[in-house]
């Protein structure tokens, strides 16, 4: 477990059936190094009490503005400037709602407001409350603005509904607000990521292409750019917005994306493929529309470059990262690819099913190395490949040559 020693943990708790989880947060917390002081909506004390708090943090509890028993009227301000992260979790749909228009009707919202510390939210609740279009938008605005989602989770909710909406458990979450002070895990690596579908032409209005929408390979680079990396995106056609500070060379068929990679690959230090570059392209593509005059036309097809086994093949060769899209038998098959290939690292995913592999925002993924693998359970796309990050960059720390710049 990475360590909190010494930091300021201001944690907000809000009223949810969740909060009865954050008492163990706070042992946990603590546990880690921290110190905490508890700030308890008034909805938060009616399922925890402030004693409770007391007793585990150690400190007296905050609760209303302007409390007689508090530390006069500034005190929304010393515990802001106190804080050295604010953590508020379970983050209430209406906390949520509420921190995401700027409002400032209570102790927790008026601190947020007036610190400068980094802001984590545990978000909890109905599954149906976490999609609802209004707590989408105000996590995303949140998000922009930089704080941190730590979940939710899916799973058995306290409605008994199941579902996205579950508290993350306390351990992820001191795990989680550790890795927030952690050096980043690639500061100063080069990675290199492709993303997105080939298009391989056939004449000038059609072409060969697949159901690849990028997502998967963006929030890969997003995710290595947030681990400190300088990232290379190659991508296809796609309606996606690259992530702010990542170099983006842009392609359309599988052979311009090998050209674009192996002109740049050089230079790079890992190799993620998560491109559905295309197998086989036209051996001829027309130079007019063809016309519908015949009743059966064939077309010829050829074998493009294996991206990824040729940069795996280089002499001076970066730490290589494939996907496998599979319909069936994923591990096998995942393993085939990965050694046929003589890849570091491969992360399979079923494909053809709703909720996985392509166009979908969710994903799960089978991560497989030589010796070992671990598999990352269906979440969204993005947090998915914080994790596949975080594996890379632990496997890629370990490699025979780790240390020496090449
Ligand atoms: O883009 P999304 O809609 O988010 O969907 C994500 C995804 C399903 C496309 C992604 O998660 C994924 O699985 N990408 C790899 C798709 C693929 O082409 O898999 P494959 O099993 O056919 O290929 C194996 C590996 O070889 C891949 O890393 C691929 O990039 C690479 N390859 C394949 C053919 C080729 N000619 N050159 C290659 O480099």
Not at 60 to 83: C, K, N
Not at 177 to 198: E, K, S
Not at 381 to 390: D, G, N
């Amino acid at each position: 477990m990475q360590r909190l020693n010494g930091k300021h943990v201001l944690l907000g708790v809000t009223g949810g059936i969740a909060a009865c989880k954050s008492a163990d947060l706070v042992r946990r917390l603590r546990e880690a190094g921290a110190e905490v002081r508890v700030v308890l909506t008034e909805a938060g004390a009616r399922f925890v009490t402030p004693l409770a708090f007391e007793a585990l943090s150690g400190h007296p509890v905050a609760g209303r503005m302007f409390d007689p028993q508090g530390r006069g009227a500034m005190e929304h301000i010393d515990l802001a400037r106190w804080a050295d992260v604010i953590l508020v979790a379970p983050a209430t749909a209406h906390t949520i709602a509420r921190l995401s228009h700027g409002l400032a009707d209570d102790l927790l919202t008026t601190i947020c407001l007036a610190s400068s510390a980094p802001l984590a939210l545990a978000p909890a609740m109905n599954r149906q409350m976490w999609d609802n279009p209004a707590t989408r938008a105000n996590v995303e605005r949140l998000r922009e603005r930089g704080a941190h989602l730590f979940g939710p989770a899916d799973g058995e909710l306290a409605c008994g509904e199941s579902g996205m909406g579950r508290m993350l458990e306390p351990t992820q979450l001191a795990e989680l607000l550790a890795g927030l002070f952690a050096a980043p895990l690639l500061a100063g690596v080069r990675v290199m990521v492709t993303a997105g579908p080939t298009l391989e032409d056939i004449d000038p209005v059609r072409y060969i292409g697949n159901r690849s929408s990028g997502k998967m390979g963006y929030a890969v680079a997003a995710a290595a750019l947030q681990a400190g990396a300088e990232v290379t995106l190659v991508s296809g056609e796609t309606c996606l917005s690259p992530p702010c500070g990542v170099t983006v060379v842009r392609v359309r068929s599988a052979a311009e994306m090998y050209a674009a990679v192996m002109q740049r690959v050089t230079h790079c230090d890992i190799f993620v493929g998560a491109a559905a570059v295309a197998d086989y392209r036209p051996v001829r593509r027309a130079g007019q529309k063809i016309k519908r005059d015949r009743v059966r036309m064939e077309l010829q097809l050829e074998r493009n470059p294996d991206i990824l086994g040729e940069v795996s093949a280089l002499d001076r060769r970066p730490f290589c990262v494939g996907f496998a899209a599979e319909t069936e038998r994923v591990t096998e098959h995942a393993r085939a690819k990965m050694s046929g290939r003589g890849l570091d690292m491969i992360a399979a995913n079923r494909v053809g099913e709703p909720d996985s592999g392509f166009e979908s925002d969710t994903n799960s993924l089978e991560v497989l190395w030589n010796g070992g693998g671990e598999a990352i359970p269906l979440a969204t796309k993005e947090r998915v490949a914080q994790r596949l990050v975080e594996l890379i960059a632990q496997r890629y720390g370990k490699r025979p040559f780790a240390g020496s710049t090449g």
